[in-house]
């Protein structure tokens, strides 16, 4: 369905509803993601018109779909399976797992995953470079572990 070469698509504002359109691409494309997944099971971004009407955004655009069908595809396969069968899943999203890394090095950052201390007694977020701790607070209630914990779903 993304296949389509940007040479055959038509990016002129005026005929948005013409046939060979972007705006009819993204439609027949949601309605094949519908389709597919459900109705409303994944949600493409929105484009405002001087962004999708742009030939120069293309290659992003399609990018951005393709994305966003793959984010939705793993969810897509749990949710199926919890359907049919008597399985929970628990899902945490976080965002900072210690430490950055970059072209510079590392920066120490919260770890949201546990909290672990060193044998100084010191909190160690940047687990990488640390080469000996002693504990893991399973009780930080800021922590995946903390609230599975909590939750008993990790004794």
């Known amino acids: 369905m993304l296949s389509v070469a940007k040479s055959d698509l038509s990016f002129e504002l005026p005929n948005k509803d013409a046939e060979n359109s ?12 519908n389709k597919e997944y459900g109705a409303g099971f994944v949600i493409p971004p929105y484009l405002a018109d001087d962004i999708l009407f742009d ?9 951005k779909l393709r994305d ?20 929970k899943f628990h899902n945490f999203s976080i ?15 919260p770890n949201e995953l546990m909290a672990i201390y060193g044998s100084d007694k010191q909190r160690v977020y940047n687990l990488k470079y640390a080469h000996s701790w002693s504990r893991v607070d399973g009780r930080d209630a800021n922590t ?5 914990k909590r939750m008993r779903l990790w004794q």
């Open 55 to 63: 030939p120069d955004n293309f290659t992003q655009l399609k990018k």
């Open 22 to 33: 972007i705006k009819s691409l993204l439609t027949r494309v949601e309605s094949f993601l």
């Open 95 to 109: 965002s900072n797992i210690g430490y950055k890394a970059g072209k510079k090095g590392s920066k120490d950052k």
């Open 144 to 148: 995946v572990l903390g609230h599975m």
């Open 68 to 87: 966003t069908v793959s984010s939705v595809r793993d969810r897509w396969v749990l949710f199926n399976v919890t359907k049919k069968s008597d399985t």
